[in-house]
Each structure stands twice: as structure tokens, then as C-alpha cells.
Nanobody, 128 residues
Framework: VQLQASGGGLVQAGGSLRLSCAAS????????TGWFRQAPGKEREFVAA????????YYADSVKGRSTISRENAKNTVYLQMSSLKPEDTAVYFC??????????????????????WGQGTLVTVSS
């Protein structure tokens, strides 16, 4: 599985962005997929996750209410719509997929260790 994250850029505080994670592979629709972010000097942190069916989602408290994760399995793509962006949202955003589990999300999907495929990241910069 290859993952390609895109959609990052420079945005003013209060603005919106939609990140996309395009995947190769015929069985991507069965994989739990997550978004993580890493700011300079900080550890990679969980942002959001969605099950393969799209029936369950998790969000980090820091983005809950401001972000929506969704997927279009026909396009092998997962999206992260972010709004009311804050300077503290500035980070490189990575998408990741778990090909080892085809069921609903579990708590392990809030950790980087819950995924075995990673994309290259897209930079989001929020100016104040």
C-alpha cells in the first residue's frame, strides 16, 4: 500500500483546509486509516481515525468539533476537513493505514503503532 497525503499549505488562523490521503491497492477500503501530525521538536500525535467502512471515527480532543474525517472508498481516498484553524495546528500531517485489521476502530488506532503503512506527510502552516 502506498499513501500520498496532500492539501497542506499556508492558511490564516480561523481558516479551513481539506487534507487528502490517496492510497493504492484494491483492499484499502477495508483498512482503518488515521491522521497524525508532528510539529517541530514534538512527538507525532494522533489527530483522527476512521474505520474501513467509515462507520466509526475517533478524534483527538484538540481537534474535536473543528475537524471531520471521511472517506470515499470508490476513490481510495480519506479526507480530513479542518476548520477554525489555530497556530498550534501547524505541523506536518501524515496519513497512515492499518492493513492488519479489517474491523471497527480500536484504541490502538490512536497510536502510531496501530498502523503499518505511512504516507510522506503534508505541511500545514497556520499564521496568526
Amino acid at each position: 500500500v502506498q499513501l500520498q497525503a496532500s492539501g497542506g499549505g499556508l492558511v490564516q488562523a480561523g481558516g479551513s483546509l481539506r487534507l487528502s490521503c490517496a492510497a493504492s491497492g484494491p483492499t484499502f477500503s477495508t483498512y482503518a486509516t488515521g491522521w497524525f501530525r508532528q510539529a517541530p521538536g514534538k512527538e507525532r500525535e494522533f489527530v483522527a481515525a476512521i474505520s474501513g467502512s467509515g462507520g466509526s471515527t475517533y478524534y483527538a480532543d484538540s481537534v474535536k468539533g473543528r475537524s471531520t474525517i471521511s472517506r470515499e472508498n470508490a476513490k481510495n481516498t480519506v479526507y480530513l476537513q479542518m476548520s477554525s484553524l489555530k497556530p498550534e495546528d501547524t505541523a506536518v500531517y501524515f496519513c497512515a493505514a492499518d492493513s492488519r485489521w479489517g474491523g471497527p476502530l480500536h484504541l490502538g488506532h490512536k497510536s502510531p503503532t496501530g498502523y503499518n503503512y505511512w504516507g510522506q506527510g503534508t505541511l500545514v502552516t497556520v499564521s496568526s
